[in-house]
């Protein structure tokens, strides 16, 4: 799957969880999701079980930086290199 493909994928996801006073649409590619208020810091809790789940991601050895991600762009950047 490309770039293009995850991200609707990323997007629908982030809908789900998002905090319900702040819209997706006010939110960049490269705006940081818990800055923006869009997400609150347990979130990121759920998008690493998103990944695993949808995109078979295993995070037990390499672990993951909150960095990674912060913003739309960083999670597709991370998960761009494995694509199926």
């Not at 629908?12 to 006010?26: G, M």
């Not at 609150?40 to 991601?57: G, K, V, W």
Request: proline share 4%; net charge negative.
């Amino acid at each position: 799957m490309s770039r293009a493909d995850n991200k609707p994928k990323l997007i629908a996801f982030l809908e789900t969880i998002r905090r319900p006073d702040v819209t997706l649409e006010s939110i960049g590619e490269h705006d940081d999701l818990v800055d923006s208020g869009l997400l609150d810091s347990l979130a990121l809790l759920e998008i690493i079980t998103f990944l695993e789940t949808e995109f078979s991601m295993d995070f037990s050895d390499t672990g993951i930086d909150s960095d990674q991600l912060s913003t739309i762009a960083n999670i597709l950047d991370l998960i761009e290199p494995r694509r199926t």
